[in-house]
């Protein structure tokens, strides 16, 4: 990953987290976790099938052929695995993160999860760092359609 990318996650991190856990009064729901959970398995799914989408296409042979201007000691290709497992990882630990939030939290009459208020702060950020790296992603993805499109004229 770009340091720039991992710059901005770490201090988007840091925002929500500080803004959830000082300024924010969160009650999260066992039907709010369950949706987080869908969520983050549902981002996983995108992550893999993106993956054998880009396994055999164009685009990732133009990515192998091209070196990262930004990180000269590797490949364009070698930048996307780091994000595609970077992602992949963050979200794999973001679901076990909550469903051990969940497992080792109260549940109250009103049907609303005693969780401290860290742990809730941290869930937010979880969640809102997952939106982040499906957005970097995302923009790949575009990129790889417009050149899936192009003619092969304007590939050379």
Same mark, same amino acid.
């Given at each position: 990953?770009?340091?720039?990318?991992?710059?901005?996650?770490?201090?988007?991190?840091?925002?929500?987290?500080?803004?959830?856990?000082? *300024? =924010?009064?969160?009650?999260? /729901?066992?039907?709010?976790?369950?949706?987080?959970?869908?969520? &983050?398995?549902?981002?996983?799914?995108?992550?893999?099938? /993106? *993956?054998?989408?880009?396994?055999? /296409?164009?685009?990732?042979?133009?990515?192998?052929?091209?070196?990262?201007?930004?990180?000269?000691?590797?490949?364009?290709?070698?930048?996307?695995? /780091?994000?595609?497992?970077?992602? =992949?990882?963050?979200? &794999?630990?973001?679901?076990?993160?909550?469903?051990?939030?969940?497992?080792?939290?109260?549940?109250?009459?009103?049907?609303?999860?005693? &969780?401290?208020?860290?742990?809730? $702060?941290?869930?937010?950020?979880?969640?809102?760092?997952?939106?982040?790296?499906?957005? &970097?992603?995302?923009?790949?993805?575009?990129?790889?359609?417009?050149?899936? $499109?192009?003619?092969?004229?304007?590939?050379?």
């Amino acid at each position: 990953m770009y340091n720039n990318h991992k710059s901005i996650l770490f201090i988007i991190g840091l925002l929500i987290f500080g803004t959830t856990y000082f *300024l =924010a009064e969160i009650n999260i /729901s066992e039907s709010m976790i369950q949706n987080f959970i869908t969520f &983050l398995s549902i981002t996983f799914g995108f992550y893999m099938t /993106s *993956l054998s989408v880009l396994y055999n /296409s164009k685009y990732i042979k133009k990515l192998y052929d091209e070196i990262d201007s930004k990180k000269p000691t590797q490949r364009k290709i070698h930048t996307l695995k /780091s994000y595609f497992k970077n992602s =992949a990882y963050w979200t &794999l630990f973001s679901i076990a993160f909550i469903m051990t939030c969940s497992l080792f939290s109260s549940i109250n009459q009103n049907n609303i999860l005693d &969780l401290y208020t860290f742990f809730e $702060a941290l869930i937010i950020m979880i969640i809102s760092l997952n939106f982040i790296f499906m957005f &970097l992603l995302f923009r790949i993805f575009l990129d790889g359609l417009i050149y899936e $499109a192009m003619p092969n004229k304007e590939k050379s």
